[in-house]
């Protein structure tokens, strides 16, 4: 699938290169179809959108950042400014393409619930094989004793940082271990809310959100045009009325019914299915 674009020499953002787009990365046990509703928002502020759809099942996270390295390098984005969002693993898979030079200038960059310093309930959970069970052998390098974060750099560049503070939702199979094990920990229902941070970022924002919904939450897609136009989030009205929220779930819930969730064709281990634009 070819990249959308929209008035990238004109696209909104900080920098003086050329601007060639938006990489999306989505999360563990999706595909990028989890991400067009954000796309469809970006391209609608004027931004061109690169979506990476990887598989991440029966994969190593080094094996992970090298496909994504191989898809930027397909891209024409030599000597650009290039944005990047990823949402949960996806954020990580950012940092570990940006560890290497690049051909191409790093613009800004939106993580959402990207677990930064690892996921505690994979640490409590190791023994038992049910991370493995529910994700696949990759969720091992996301531990918060994983090798994985010890040689991830952060990247120079304007870092947001979006976490959600909603830690159950019954169709994240994450948030009913979480809201036994970890009833005392503030978590998303997958990641805790601690473990999102970095210490260089430009700007954090916690959201009444759970981790699996967060791509497709319209006001996380406002707060990531936000900072990728101006470098920061907008903290007013942060939190929404009772009615707002209702109208949010039951949003969540249609996308669930229509297929939005975890993508059962990203739990096949099926080369043919990874699909690049």
Not at 202 to 218: K, N, Q, V
């Amino acid at each position: 699938m070819a990249a959308n674009a929209s008035s990238d020499a004109t696209a909104p953002g900080s920098g003086s290169k050329r601007h060639s787009g938006v990489v999306l990365v989505h999360g563990l046990g999706r595909t990028g179809r989890s991400m067009l509703r954000l796309e469809r928002r970006l391209n609608r502020a004027g931004f061109a959108t690169h979506n990476f759809d990887y598989v991440a099942r029966n994969r190593a996270f080094t094996e992970l950042v090298a496909d994504f390295q191989g898809y930027l390098e397909s891209l024409p984005i030599d000597g650009t400014r290039v944005d990047f969002v990823g949402h949960s693993l996806g954020g990580l898979l950012i940092r570990g393409v940006l560890a290497q030079p690049q051909t191409f200038e790093t613009g800004r960059i939106v993580m959402m619930a990207t677990p930064n310093q690892g996921v505690g309930i994979i640490d409590r959970l190791a023994r038992t094989g049910v991370p493995e069970l529910l994700f696949g052998p990759s969720i091992k390098d996301l531990g918060t004793t994983a090798a994985t974060f010890r040689s991830l750099a952060v990247p120079q560049a304007e870092i947001g940082i979006i976490a959600g503070t909603q830690p159950f939702h019954p169709l994240n199979p994450a948030s009913w271990l979480n809201s036994v094990l970890q009833s005392e920990i503030l978590h998303d229902g997958t990641v805790e809310v601690a473990s999102t941070r970095l210490p260089a970022m430009a700007d954090y924002l916690e959201l009444p959100i759970s981790h699996t919904f967060m791509p497709m939450d319209g006001r996380v897609i406002d707060q990531v045009v936000t900072f990728l136009t101006t470098g920061t989030f907008n903290h007013d009205g942060e939190s929404r009325s009772q009615a707002d929220r209702f109208l949010v779930a039951w949003g969540e819930l249609l996308d669930a019914v229509r297929g939005g969730v975890i993508d059962r064709q990203a739990g096949r281990d099926d080369p043919s299915s990874t699909r690049r634009s």
